[in-house]
């Protein structure tokens, strides 16, 4: 049985990013691309990472934490485009896998973002492509890797309301 690396005496805090958070945020982006997704190498160097967050990513607005205790241990990043939602980025610290820290943020956006809902994944992502698909996302477009920086194969996810 896998143990919740949450202490049950943690406080669970789900917030919008502050600047002060962008460190703790490239280092859960780092460290679940690193050690979770490495079929898929990151293309910029960690400094890079460390920077786009700071100056990018926050500075958008649509950047969402789960703290654990005092340790951001998740994030999502959404966007909006032609009437379309986007989940630009969702991670997880790899401890916290299976906490329901992600969970919590992809329920968050299917409330908060009018639909359709859209994000992509590598295809040599299983993990992800299991949460995605258990959560009712559908896969649409199988992409060759082409329109990505890391030149890996990915998949176009699309989440809508049942009717």
């Not at 005496?9 to 958070?21: G, L, N, W, Y």
């Not at 950047?63 to 340790?71: C, K, L, Q, Y």
């Not at 820290?101 to 993990?127: D, H």
């Not at 477009?141 to 329109?147: E, R």
Request: charged share 30%; aromatic share 8%.
């Amino acid at each position: 049985m896998r143990r919740n690396p949450h202490d049950s005496r943690e406080k669970v805090i789900i917030r919008v990013a502050k600047i002060e958070d962008a460190d703790s945020i490239a280092d859960v982006y780092l460290r679940s691309r690193k050690e979770l997704v490495s079929c898929a190498p990151l293309v910029h160097s960690d400094d890079d990472v460390r920077h786009w967050v700071r100056s990018r990513l926050i500075p958008a607005g649509r950047t969402t934490i789960v703290v654990a205790g005092e340790r951001v241990v998740a994030f999502i990043a959404c966007s909006s485009k032609d009437k379309v939602s986007w989940i630009d980025h969702l991670y997880v610290l790899p401890e916290c896998i299976g906490s329901g820290s992600g969970s919590r943020l992809l329920e968050l956006a299917q409330r908060e973002l009018t639909p359709p809902i859209r994000l992509y994944t590598f295809q040599c992502n299983a993990r992800a492509r299991r949460f995605y698909e258990r959560r009712g996302f559908r896969p649409i477009v199988f992409g060759d890797g082409s329109g990505n920086e890391e030149n890996c194969p990915d998949i176009l996810y699309e989440w809508a309301p049942a009717q």
